[in-house]
Each structure stands twice: as C-alpha cells, then as structure tokens.
C-alpha cells in the first residue's frame, strides 16, 4: 500500500483550506487527474494526481486545513511503486541501533547513587538557610496586572498591621487600588518607598509574629530532580550514539544561583526529567537534531513507523524559528527602543518617570500600532436637524442626571451600525486563525484627564436608550477625572468612540483600541454652505474620522460603515427605523 501526499503548491505556500474532494474509496485515478480544489492565500487551484492506482483509503476530509506533506490518500496496483517500495527496504537500517538504544534503559540504576549526594547537598544548603523575618509580598492584583507605582504608603516601623487592613495605595495601569495585607504583625522594616514601581511578589515590608509564616517560608524542592533527570537523558542520548560519557555529558550548572532564577519552560521540556522511550531515528538524524536544539521526542516522524528523519527535524525547527520571530513581535509589556542622545551636551534637562497611566497608554498605543495595520477613513455629517433635537430633549437629560452630548447619541448610533456590520464588532485571532464575532456590544468612550487617557466601557450600549446613556456616560466621565476608575471599568469594549470636538481640530487618524477592529473619531462641528436643492445653504457639518484593522476590515466595507453612522447622524429617524 503506497501514499499520495500534498506535493509542493508554490513558493512560500505551505498549506491550504480543502474546498472539494473529488475522489473517494475504491475509485481508480490515473496520472494527471484531479483530485482535490484547495485553497491557498487568495487563490483556489486544483491539485493533480502524481499517480496511478486504486484508492484504498482517503485521509483528508473537505474543509480541513492540509500541510505539503501531508498524506492525502493510499492507493495500490499503481505507477510510482519503485519509488515508494524503496522505503520499507532501507527500515532494517534502523534494527543496528535498537541494541544501542536498550543500552542507555538501564544507565539510570547506576547513575542515580550519583544523584543522591546532589539532592541532599541542595537540601542542606536550604535547610542550612537560617530563616528571617516574616515578609508581606505584593499580592496579584488582577489578570496581566505586573506592576504599578507606589502612590502612598500606609504604614512604618513599629506598626502593627492585621489582615485586611489596607498598607499602601498603587497605581496600576489605569486605577488606582488600595493594596490589603494578608498577615498580622508588627513592621519590622519598610522595604520600599512612596513613588517607587513595585512588582508583584516583591517584598513590601517585613514583620514579626507573623500568621503566614509558614506560606512565606516555602521553598520548591524541584531543581535538583530537573537537573540530575536532564544529565541522564542526555547522557543516555549520547551513549546511543556511541559517545563516551566524559566528552558528552553538559558542565555541571554554577552552585549559586539566585533565589528568583526560574528555568524557562521550553527548556524544562526539552531537558526531561522523567522517562521517555527511544524514538525512531538515525544516529545522524539524533546528531542533527542536537546541533540544532532540538528535542527529537517532540518532532514528528513522517516516515514508515513514524520514523523521523533529517527533513522532519529541519522542520519542526523552522517551525520554532518563525514561532520565535512572530513572539519578537507580538506585543508584550516592556520594549526596546534606541539609546536617546545625551541632550545635557545642548541645554538644561529635566527627566520625569512615566507613571502608571502614562506608561500603561503608551505600551498600549505602542502594542496597537505594531499589531495592527491601520487605515483611517473620513467622512462629514449634516447634524442641522440633529442639534435642533438635541436641544428640545436636553432638559430631560439633565433631569435623569446627564448631559445630552454629541457622545452620548454616537453611543447609541455605533451601536446600531455594529449590528448592522458585525465585523466592527469583533476581534482577529491570528494564531488560531479565527474570527470572534462578539454576540454583545459594550463601547469605550475614550475621557480625557489630568492623568491621561482613560477608556470608560459602557456595557450593552444596544439595550439602552439614548437618555439612559447619557446618564451613565457623565458617571463614567466623573468618575474617571475623580480617580475613582476601577480596572473593570475599562475591560470588555468592543468598539471605542473618541470626541475631541470639545478642544478642537477638522480631523485625525485615532489609534484602534487593541483587541478591537475599530474606532470613531469626533472632531469639533462648524457652520459650512452645503448646496442643497440648486443653491448653497447654511449647514452645522460634524467630521468623522474611522481607523480601523485592515486584516479584517476592508475599505468598501469601512467607507459604507461610516456612511451609515453619517446618515444616522443626518437623520436621526433611522435609528428607530434600521436600529
């Protein structure tokens, strides 16, 4: 029985969507016949058999997404039987390394006494660690919360704190949080200080008599099991290979190492400390796979018997090579950038830190801007008719305890238009290549304040009317100038509207709120003469302004986006009509 794999599709196209399967058990196939259509990139080819024969069983199933490589059917009685009956002769190859490999299974008994002596000093050295003071560390304060700046401290030597009792106020990204203590005592000694960064796990103070003394003590006992397990499997690798142990096994790790040093994971796993069977590969097929660093148990062999061979490894590393290289360019909380000049050779300087909000935007901004391709579109609308309605309904606005903005309205009209265009209300999932329409609609209004920008979400914005919203847009508004935020406050949005309308300008290019697809931008209204019914009229005109994530979002779609949302503004009778 022989296999008809995914031949090469083109340059730089590794895999493809199976639109029709055009072949099925049993069925005869000659050289040259089509046999699938597949989907590539943005294109649909139709992919030939490389074979004669009869169809014994097929692999794949329509609307899977098949690698080159891969095995699409076996077949018998077919053209190309010399080149495929030439594999099972070369498996005896393997049986000379079988007895290499049995060799190593039983090294570890006469390593492990090895080991002891390792475990034991690792021991002693802990237990010879003279423990000190209880420590209070700073606690988790929410998902992807690391750090935050020290605003003020509550607390001194000689204080005595219990549990719950509130010890400092910090500023972590866009709220500032009063940070409780977990333990009960007198303070010792403050190890940190008011306008400091703190990170999560770090000592704040430490205290005696305490009552979580023995949570604080805890010291994982795992390193030195990790590291005696990774000497054996490599040194049984290498005694596979014929190697003598002195000129294969890795230097001894440095005996001191600092308390926080965590061995990544990658390597953890690539190590091993617990036992794993041969797997079935070559001498030179091992010897490349640890040239390169790679861990031959997690490459997958496409030969008979799942036999790995060279281009397997080459692979799976190329693989872990374009994983590292899109991780060095997916967002994530610190960045790089280039050395700045040494200004104080031209003039006075004064630097400042960027506290949490400031340093959380720009990250933020930076994430977004590197994530996403951007493209802004604009557009005008004729608000005449609806500031003539603003102002009649107004004063019962203000009688439910808001303000009848140009903001509050746009709330209600975005959340018509996502309705209307629901990839404006969703989010791109690039490694899992995915679309998640979101089946709720929450809006950030982005408010500006002597802190910075802060991002207000008001949550089910379609089930709320426009005096309902205008209400809870002045809370959210106040409560963000008053400090009063809370991080949840700002989690959840799926769309953002930003107004600087207030301060002014004609238009601008805003930045997408990321995970979001986009945002609308509100600049300041002016009087323009609009040619209406064969002369120029006098017309309030508002610009609108639509970036949006171009991997989703396609032009013609965002251009009649925006001319929804224009003409909903223009005539306000559509919302109770299409929304």
Known sequence: MREFKLPELGENIHQGDLVRLMVSAGASISEGQPIMELETDKAVVEVPSSV??????VRVKEGEKIKVGQVIFT????????AKAAEPKAQPVAAPSSPKVEKPLAQPKESKPESKPQAQQFVERRASTTPGPNEFKLPELGENVHQGDLVR??????????????????????????????????????????????????IIFTLEGGASAQQQKHVPMEHPSEQDGARLSFQAAMQAEGKPEEQVLPPDPPQ??????????????????????????????????????????????????????????????????????????????????PTLPDFSKWGKVERVSMRGIRRK?????????????????????????????????????????????????????????????????ASIDMEKEE???????????????????LVPVIRDVDKKNIVELAAELTQVSRKAKDKKLTTAE?????????????IGGTGFSPIVNYPEVAILGLSRSSMEPVWINGKFEPRRVIPLSLSYDHRLIDGADAARFLRWIAEAFEQPFLLSVQG
Not at 75 to 82: L, R
Not at 435 to 453: E, F, H, M, P, S
Request: aromatic content about 4%; some cysteine; glycine content about 10%.
């Open 435 to 453: 679309i998640a329409y979101k089946q709720y609609i929450n809006i950030g209004v982005a408010v500006d304040t002597d802190r910075g920008l």
């Open 52 to 57: 004669s024969g009869t169809i014994k069983e």
């Open 256 to 337: 001191t190492r600092p308390a926080d040093f965590a061995m990544p994971r990658q390597l953890d796993k690539v190590a091993g400390s617990e036992h794993r069977e041969p797997v079935p590969a070559a001498p030179h097929v091992r010897r490349l796979a640890r040239e390169l660093g790679v861990d031959i148990h997690n490459v997958k062999g496409n030969g008979p018997g799942g036999r790995i061979s060279e281009d397997d490894v080459k692979a799976y590393a190329k693989s872990l090579l374009a994983t590292a290289a899109t991780a060095a360019h997916s967002p994530r909380v610190g960045f790089a950038q």
């Open 153 to 202: 401290l509550m607390i001194s030597p000689g204080t005595k704190v219990s549990e719950g009792q509130p010890v400092m106020e910090l500023e972590t990204d866009k709220a500032v949080v009063e940070v409780p203590s977990s333990v009960t005592g007198v303070v010792k000694e403050v190890r940190v200080k008011q306008g400091e960064k703190v990170k999560v796990g770090q």
């Open 490 to 502: 700002m989690e959840g949005g799926t769309f953002t509207i930003t107004n600087l309308g207030g």
């Open 361 to 425: 935007t720009a990250e933020h901004l930076w994430q977004a801007w590197n994530t996403i391709p951007h493209v802004t579109q604009q557009d005008k609308a004729d608000i005449t008719e609806l500031e003539q309605l603003r102002a009649r309904f107004a004063p019962k606005v203000e009688e439910a305890g808001g303000k009848m903005t140009v903001t509050a309205i746009a709330l209600k009209v975005c959340a018509s238009a996502l309705k209307v265009f629901p990839q404006f209300n």
């Open 75 to 82: 077949f018998e009685n077919g053209a190309g039987a010399k």
